[in-house]
């Protein structure tokens, strides 16, 4: 979303602040993504040891937490078609009779 400045320009908003106010599973994919990177170099041999091995243990958490979230994400989308098959099937039976006629 560009911000408008006072002289009638506009300025995109900076790379921190598009970070800062992103969503969880995205930052959460941003972090997984550059800790395996480097727990990639490390195995090549362009990171050392203490570095490596911090990296790939944040990269093993990260996953553990994304497949978690991905978990959650997929229930809370199950619980809306849910009710949403629910909602649409209470219109389309039909509607007992309030009396039965004898």
């Known amino acids: 979303m560009p911000l408008s400045s006072t002289k009638g ?15 969880p599973p995205v930052l959460l994919d941003l972090v997984c993504g550059i800790s395996d990177d480097a727990a990639t170099c490390y ?8 570095l490596g ?6 990269a ?13 994400e997929v229930g809370v989308e199950y619980g809306i078609i849910n009710s949403a098959i629910r909602d649409s099937m209470s219109y389309a039976l ?4 309030l009396c039965i006629l004898i």
């Open 94 to 97: 039909p509607k007992p009779p």
């Open 43 to 50: 195995k090549l041999g362009l990171l050392p040891d203490r």
């Open 9 to 23: 320009k506009v300025r995109e908003q900076p790379l921190m602040h598009k970070l800062l106010h992103a969503s």
């Open 60 to 72: 093993d958490w990260c996953w553990f937490a994304s497949t978690l979230v991905g978990l959650v």
């Open 53 to 58: 091995v911090q990296a790939e243990k944040i």
